[in-house]
């Protein structure tokens, strides 16, 4: 089949799968006569499988280590236990920083009259961040979100 076949069946774009390709994720697709790549029903389960740890939220490095072991019928289900649970934390630690920074916002806004005045707390709480602050979307999530912007 082809690109377009394998992408409507994988759920994956043709540009991804081209992406996925040029990195190494999953092998080179061979070619027809016309230079046309030409996949196999196993290279769609195995770019189904890439969109679903996709979905979950595995990186691509992550995405390697699954299939490694995805493809290794030896291996030990306590390492593909501890990629999920890492993904897990990863996951429950930005939950947390965008819940922080929800709080914030919400805290914000409803200081804010919202009339029309020119006087707005959510300019001034930016205005009056320090100057030697890195930006916000630099800073480690570990330190809360509110303590960063004196909520």
Known sequence: MNIG????RSGVSAKMIRYYERIGLIPTASRTASGYREYEP????????????RDLG??????????DLWRDKDRRSADVKALAQARVRDLRHKIAHLQDMADTLEE?????????RPNCPILQRLETLDTDDEPLSRRRPERGFKERIGG
Request: glycine share 2%; aromatic share 6%; hydrophobic share 55%.
């Open 58 to 67: 595995f990186s691509v490095a992550e995405i390697t280590e699954l299939l």
């Open 108 to 116: 914000l806004a409803n200081a804010c009259a919202g009339n029309e």
């Open 42 to 53: 196993r290279d769609v389960h195995m770019l189904r499988f890439i969109a679903r740890a």
């Open 5 to 8: 076949d394998a992408a409507n």
